[in-house]
Protein backbone atom coordinates (compact mmCIF):
# COMPACT_ATOMS: atom_id res chain seq x y z
CA UNK A 1 0.00 0.00 0.00
CA UNK A 2 2.38 2.12 0.86
CA UNK A 3 4.84 1.84 -2.48
CA UNK A 4 1.58 2.66 -4.65
CA UNK A 5 1.02 5.47 -2.80
CA UNK A 6 4.76 6.45 -3.41
CA UNK A 7 4.54 5.70 -7.09
CA UNK A 8 1.51 7.81 -7.13
CA UNK A 9 2.94 10.55 -5.31
CA UNK A 10 6.20 10.62 -7.85
CA UNK A 11 4.17 10.21 -10.58
CA UNK A 12 1.99 13.49 -9.63
CA UNK A 13 5.29 15.58 -8.81
CA UNK A 14 6.56 14.34 -12.32
CA UNK A 15 3.85 15.58 -13.97
CA UNK A 16 3.88 18.56 -12.25
CA UNK A 17 7.10 19.56 -12.85
CA UNK A 18 6.71 18.63 -16.62
CA UNK A 19 3.61 21.29 -17.10
CA UNK A 20 5.73 23.96 -14.97
CA UNK A 21 8.50 23.02 -17.34
CA UNK A 22 6.34 23.39 -20.62
CA UNK A 23 5.10 26.68 -19.13
CA UNK A 24 7.91 28.19 -18.48
CA UNK A 25 9.40 27.16 -22.15
CA UNK A 26 6.09 28.30 -23.62
CA UNK A 27 6.80 32.06 -21.63
CA UNK A 28 10.51 31.92 -23.40
CA UNK A 29 9.04 31.56 -26.50
CA UNK A 30 6.47 33.71 -26.37
CA UNK A 31 8.93 36.35 -24.93
CA UNK A 32 11.39 35.71 -27.80
CA UNK A 33 8.34 36.30 -30.52
CA UNK A 34 7.51 39.57 -28.99
CA UNK A 35 10.84 40.70 -28.20
CA UNK A 36 11.31 40.16 -32.06
CA UNK A 37 7.85 41.95 -32.95
CA UNK A 38 8.97 44.81 -31.38
CA UNK A 39 12.54 45.36 -33.05
CA UNK A 40 10.64 44.28 -36.60
CA UNK A 41 8.65 47.51 -35.78
CA UNK A 42 11.55 49.32 -34.45
CA UNK A 43 13.22 48.34 -37.74
CA UNK A 44 10.53 49.72 -39.97
CA UNK A 45 10.27 53.27 -38.11
CA UNK A 46 13.70 53.60 -39.26
CA UNK A 47 13.27 52.76 -42.44
CA UNK A 48 10.23 55.79 -42.70
CA UNK A 49 12.20 58.17 -40.40
CA UNK A 50 15.21 57.76 -43.04
CA UNK A 51 13.18 57.97 -46.02
CA UNK A 52 11.45 61.43 -44.75
CA UNK A 53 14.56 62.77 -43.75
CA UNK A 54 15.61 61.82 -47.43
CA UNK A 55 12.14 63.14 -48.72
CA UNK A 56 12.94 66.32 -47.08
CA UNK A 57 16.50 66.92 -48.43
CA UNK A 58 15.26 66.32 -51.96
CA UNK A 59 12.41 68.81 -51.58
CA UNK A 60 14.31 71.79 -50.48
CA UNK A 61 16.57 70.96 -53.04
CA UNK A 62 14.17 71.14 -55.69
CA UNK A 63 12.49 74.62 -53.91
CA UNK A 64 16.30 75.81 -54.44
CA UNK A 65 16.98 74.65 -58.37
CA UNK A 66 13.49 76.30 -59.13
CA UNK A 67 13.82 79.91 -57.21
CA UNK A 68 17.55 79.99 -58.87
CA UNK A 69 16.53 79.07 -62.08
CA UNK A 70 12.77 80.19 -62.73
CA UNK A 71 14.29 83.24 -64.18
CA UNK A 72 16.88 81.86 -66.62
CA UNK A 73 14.25 78.81 -67.82
CA UNK A 74 11.74 82.15 -68.66
CA UNK A 75 14.96 83.34 -71.10
CA UNK A 76 13.71 80.05 -72.97
CA UNK A 77 10.75 81.73 -74.39
CA UNK A 78 8.54 78.63 -74.04
CA UNK A 79 6.85 76.57 -71.56
CA UNK A 80 8.05 73.49 -72.95
CA UNK A 81 11.81 75.16 -73.07
CA UNK A 82 11.67 76.15 -69.76
CA UNK A 83 10.86 73.59 -68.07
CA UNK A 84 13.43 71.60 -69.93
CA UNK A 85 16.07 73.96 -68.92
CA UNK A 86 14.38 73.38 -64.84
CA UNK A 87 15.34 69.77 -65.75
CA UNK A 88 18.30 69.85 -66.77
CA UNK A 89 19.32 71.79 -63.25
CA UNK A 90 17.65 69.27 -61.20
CA UNK A 91 19.77 66.29 -62.55
CA UNK A 92 22.65 68.63 -61.84
CA UNK A 93 21.92 69.37 -58.12
CA UNK A 94 20.66 65.43 -57.51
CA UNK A 95 23.77 64.01 -58.55
CA UNK A 96 25.38 64.48 -55.29
CA UNK A 97 22.98 61.77 -54.16
CA UNK A 98 23.69 58.41 -54.57
CA UNK A 99 21.16 57.48 -56.90
CA UNK A 100 20.07 54.50 -58.73
CA UNK A 101 17.13 55.87 -60.66
CA UNK A 102 15.66 59.03 -61.26
CA UNK A 103 12.55 60.13 -63.57
CA UNK A 104 11.87 63.96 -64.02
CA UNK A 105 8.47 64.96 -64.78
CA UNK A 106 7.79 69.02 -64.93
CA UNK A 107 4.81 70.73 -66.29
CA UNK A 108 1.55 72.27 -65.64
CA UNK A 109 3.24 74.33 -62.41
CA UNK A 110 4.77 71.16 -61.08
CA UNK A 111 8.02 69.52 -60.91
CA UNK A 112 7.82 65.77 -59.65
CA UNK A 113 10.39 63.38 -59.33
CA UNK A 114 11.03 59.83 -59.14
CA UNK A 115 14.06 58.70 -57.46
CA UNK A 116 15.77 55.22 -55.91
CA UNK A 117 19.16 55.31 -54.23
CA UNK A 118 21.37 52.70 -54.01
CA UNK A 119 22.18 50.17 -51.45
CA UNK A 120 22.84 50.80 -48.17
CA UNK A 121 23.59 48.45 -45.31
CA UNK A 122 21.42 49.36 -42.04
CA UNK A 123 22.36 47.75 -38.86
CA UNK A 124 21.15 47.10 -35.65
CA UNK A 125 23.58 46.31 -32.74
CA UNK A 126 21.44 44.27 -30.51
CA UNK A 127 23.76 44.09 -27.19
CA UNK A 128 23.88 47.58 -27.19
CA UNK A 129 20.47 48.60 -28.50
CA UNK A 130 21.59 50.99 -31.15
CA UNK A 131 21.41 51.68 -35.19
CA UNK A 132 23.64 51.87 -37.42
CA UNK A 133 23.25 53.50 -40.79
CA UNK A 134 26.32 52.12 -43.74
CA UNK A 135 27.47 49.49 -41.19
CA UNK A 136 29.93 46.88 -42.60
CA UNK A 137 29.11 43.41 -43.31
CA UNK A 138 31.62 42.14 -41.32
CA UNK A 139 30.65 43.72 -38.02
CA UNK A 140 28.77 41.88 -35.56
CA UNK A 141 25.05 42.39 -36.25
CA UNK A 142 21.68 41.07 -35.17
CA UNK A 143 20.10 42.15 -38.04
CA UNK A 144 21.53 43.33 -41.30
CA UNK A 145 19.73 44.85 -44.37
CA UNK A 146 20.21 46.01 -47.77
CA UNK A 147 17.80 48.63 -48.49
CA UNK A 148 17.05 50.84 -51.64
CA UNK A 149 14.85 53.72 -50.35
CA UNK A 150 12.49 54.78 -53.45
CA UNK A 151 11.66 58.79 -53.33
CA UNK A 152 8.71 60.48 -54.66
CA UNK A 153 8.86 64.35 -54.08
CA UNK A 154 6.65 66.83 -55.90
CA UNK A 155 7.23 70.62 -55.82
CA UNK A 156 4.26 72.99 -56.82
CA UNK A 157 5.12 76.51 -57.82
CA UNK A 158 1.63 78.04 -57.19
CA UNK A 159 2.80 76.91 -53.21
CA UNK A 160 6.55 78.95 -53.95
CA UNK A 161 4.52 82.15 -54.88
CA UNK A 162 5.39 81.47 -58.38
CA UNK A 163 3.06 81.19 -61.70
CA UNK A 164 3.35 77.86 -63.80
CA UNK A 165 5.72 78.44 -66.98
CA UNK A 166 2.21 78.32 -68.99
CA UNK A 167 0.42 80.79 -67.21
CA UNK A 168 3.44 84.00 -67.95
CA UNK A 169 4.02 82.46 -71.75
CA UNK A 170 0.13 82.59 -72.20
CA UNK A 171 -0.55 86.00 -70.45
CA UNK A 172 2.91 87.46 -72.59
CA UNK A 173 0.23 86.77 -75.80
CA UNK A 174 -2.91 87.53 -74.36
CA UNK A 175 -1.36 91.38 -73.50
CA UNK A 176 0.88 92.13 -76.33
CA UNK A 177 -2.67 91.57 -78.44
CA UNK A 178 -4.44 94.24 -76.66
CA UNK A 179 -4.88 97.81 -76.20
CA UNK A 180 -4.37 98.29 -72.69
CA UNK A 181 -1.14 96.31 -71.84
CA UNK A 182 -0.58 97.70 -68.62
CA UNK A 183 -3.96 96.42 -66.92
CA UNK A 184 -3.61 93.24 -69.22
CA UNK A 185 -0.90 92.29 -67.14
CA UNK A 186 -2.23 93.67 -63.26
CA UNK A 187 -4.31 90.37 -62.61
CA UNK A 188 -1.39 88.05 -62.65
CA UNK A 189 -1.10 86.50 -59.47
CA UNK A 190 2.51 85.95 -58.38
CA UNK A 191 4.38 89.10 -59.80
CA UNK A 192 4.01 93.06 -60.05
CA UNK A 193 4.20 93.69 -63.93
CA UNK A 194 5.51 96.86 -64.98
CA UNK A 195 5.23 97.67 -69.00
CA UNK A 196 7.43 99.85 -70.70
CA UNK A 197 6.19 100.98 -73.50
CA UNK A 198 9.32 103.01 -75.23
CA UNK A 199 11.37 99.23 -74.81
CA UNK A 200 8.41 96.99 -75.51
CA UNK A 201 8.97 94.98 -72.91
CA UNK A 202 7.48 94.04 -69.48
CA UNK A 203 9.38 93.14 -66.34
CA UNK A 204 8.18 91.19 -64.09
CA UNK A 205 9.20 91.39 -60.52
CA UNK A 206 7.92 88.80 -57.57
CA UNK A 207 6.01 89.31 -54.83
CA UNK A 208 7.30 86.96 -52.73
CA UNK A 209 11.06 87.16 -51.92
CA UNK A 210 13.74 84.20 -51.97
CA UNK A 211 17.34 82.97 -50.92
CA UNK A 212 19.83 82.69 -53.15
CA UNK A 213 23.71 83.53 -53.46
CA UNK A 214 23.35 84.63 -49.91
CA UNK A 215 21.38 87.07 -50.09
CA UNK A 216 17.06 87.49 -49.82
CA UNK A 217 15.79 89.07 -52.91
CA UNK A 218 12.62 88.87 -55.47
CA UNK A 219 12.95 87.19 -58.70
CA UNK A 220 12.92 89.17 -61.48
CA UNK A 221 12.98 89.32 -65.52
CA UNK A 222 11.74 91.09 -68.79
CA UNK A 223 9.97 89.51 -71.68
CA UNK A 224 10.08 91.98 -74.80
CA UNK A 225 6.52 92.50 -76.28
CA UNK A 226 6.16 92.24 -80.21
CA UNK A 227 3.15 94.30 -80.28
CA UNK A 228 3.03 96.90 -83.09
CA UNK A 229 1.50 100.53 -81.71
Known amino acids: MNKKANISIGVLVFMTFALC ?3 LLS ?3 NSREVKSEIKDV ?3 NKLYSFENEKSTEIYFALEEVLSKNYALAIKENSSEKSYGYIESKVRERLNEYDLNYLNIVSEKGKIRIECEFNEAN ?3 LDRE ?4 WGGNAGENYSILAIYRPKIE ?3 YFENEGLNSFEEIFNKVEECEN ?9 DI ?3 NVKYEEAFEKAIFVSKREFYSNNEIKPIKFDISLTQDL
Open 189 to 191: ENF
Open 21 to 23: SLA
Open 129 to 132: NKWN
Open 122 to 124: IGF
Open 178 to 186: TDEIQNCFN
Open 153 to 155: VSV
Open 42 to 44: YFI
Open 27 to 29: FYI
